[in-house]
């Protein structure tokens, strides 16, 4: 079994700051790869906002860039989005997604239930 939980989402002012955290944990998990937060606006597709490989490589979309900062730590298999200049275009659901691989060798994406984001004009 493998659990990934987010936490941190809440409501901020326009202009504010807010950092999300992903843990994923469970027995099965031998080494977890790429991490990544996703985020889904009521009406609109799920996107992606940034992800990291186990190496540290990182990707943004280009509405984060300069604004949002993915990092990990890889012994603790956790991921954190620190959000600054946020927006009300910002506001969404966002959801953390993790590669795993397992000691029996197979490698699957887990999601986390999503932290709300909300920030007012």
């Known amino acids: 079994q493998v659990q990934v939980v987010e936490s941190g989402g809440g409501l901020v002012q326009a202009g504010g700051s807010l950092r999300l955290s992903c843990v994923a944990s469970g027995s099965s998990i031998f080494n977890v790869n790429a991490m990544g937060w996703y985020r889904q606006a009521p009406g609109k597709q799920r996107e992606l906002v940034a992800s990291?490989?186990?190496?540290?490589?990182?990707n943004y979309a280009d509405s984060v860039k300069g604004r949002f900062t993915i990092s990990r730590d890889n012994a603790k298999n956790t991921v954190w989005l620190q959000m600054n200049s946020l927006n009300p275009e910002d506001t969404a659901v966002y959801l953390c997604?993790?590669?795993?691989?397992?000691?029996?060798?197979?490698?699957?994406?887990?999601w986390g239930q999503g932290t709300q984001v909300t920030v007012s004009s």
């Open positions: 997604n993790a590669n795993v691989r397992t000691y029996v060798g197979r490698t699957l994406e887990y």
């Open positions: 990291i490989t186990s190496s540290d490589s990182t």
